[in-house]
């Protein structure tokens, strides 16, 4: 999924010289802006997080990525890679036949991003989240509970949204829609997630950052069984955190994070959130991450 965006606080660089020199010498020219910008990013979690749900099952996960943006128009291509556990968790025990170790997720994503008037900034772009090698599409339906007359069968892991974004001084509000399957269930085209934020500097090379969210599964006639609806899956998440910029392209975050995310069915037995009750992915939590940028 979506990566674990690492807000960081830009340090000022300054350097020093003589009077004298500063006398004789003119005002240096500032530094032109690069039109082509490629960076690379390394990064290292105790949990990745995505929209309050782990998709590492409570474990540390590692990441690698890069981006290329175009100064001048505000246009940016990238791609983005995570270790995961969330499918081979999703696999029921018995069926060996159609499991695959797909212990990565590969994000692919671009758009147009800058500034509309007034200080108000936006973005706008599509996202692809791959998941390489999973069968999950093969896995067969079972009689009932949420996957009940699914077809063909369990799910499609790989998903492609669609975004827009708005933003003002530390503020800002992101949609996403889903354009074919949701993450996680199947048959969702028209799923959209809520993302409402605000990355806070609270001094130099510190960023407080606040976000809530709301994923709305759209409703799947594919779903015989009345018992779980799509909209069991629906829920709130929460993330209040700080970013700090170490310098040299070291930043570091601490957060704290949860979600109201159904856990079990009421059943008692039906994982909804936990898959095949591998351990809930929304509880509250405590997370710390290292990325440097390069």
Do not use: C
């Amino acid at each position: 999924m979506k990566k674990i965006i690492l807000a960081s606080a830009i340090a000022s660089a300054f350097a020093a010289q003589g009077a004298a020199a500063a006398d004789e010498a003119p005002a240096a020219a500032p530094a032109a802006t690069p039109e082509h910008v490629v960076t690379y990013n390394l990064g290292v979690t105790s949990d990745y997080v995505f929209r309050g749900i782990s998709q590492s099952r409570n474990r540390p996960a590692v990441s690698a990525g890069v981006d290329y943006s175009h100064t001048p128009s505000g246009f940016y291509v990238g791609t983005w890679a995570s270790t995961i556990s969330w499918v081979n968790d999703s696999y029921p025990a018995g069926d060996l036949a159609n499991r695959a170790n797909t212990p990565m997720e590969v994000d692919f994503y671009g758009g147009f991003k800058g500034e509309a008037f007034g200080g108000l900034g936006f973005d706008v772009g599509a996202i692809h989240y791959h998941y390489p090698h999973h069968q999950l599409k093969n896995v067969a339906a079972p009689a009932a509970g949420p996957l009940a007359g699914a077809a063909p069968g369990g799910l499609d892991a790989n998903t492609t949204e669609v975004y827009g974004k708005v933003s003002y001084g530390p503020v800002y509000l992101k949609v996403n829609y889903a354009i074919g399957d949701a993450i996680f269930v199947s048959n969702k085209a028209g799923s959209i997630y809520y993302d409402l934020g605000a990355d806070v500097p609270v001094m130099e090379g510190l960023v407080v950052n606040l976000h809530y969210g709301r994923w709305n599964f759209k409703n799947d006639p594919g779903f015989n069984d009345p018992a779980y609806p799509a909209t069991i899956y629906n829920y709130s998440d929460w993330k209040i955190g700080l970013t700090k910029d170490f310098g040299s392209g070291l930043s570091g975050s601490i957060a704290a994070t949860g979600t109201n995310a159904t856990n079990i069915h009421s059943d008692g037995v039906t994982g909804v959130w936990n898959f095949n009750n591998t351990g809930y992915l929304g509880g509250n939590k405590f997370i710390a991450s290292l990325t440097k940028t390069f």
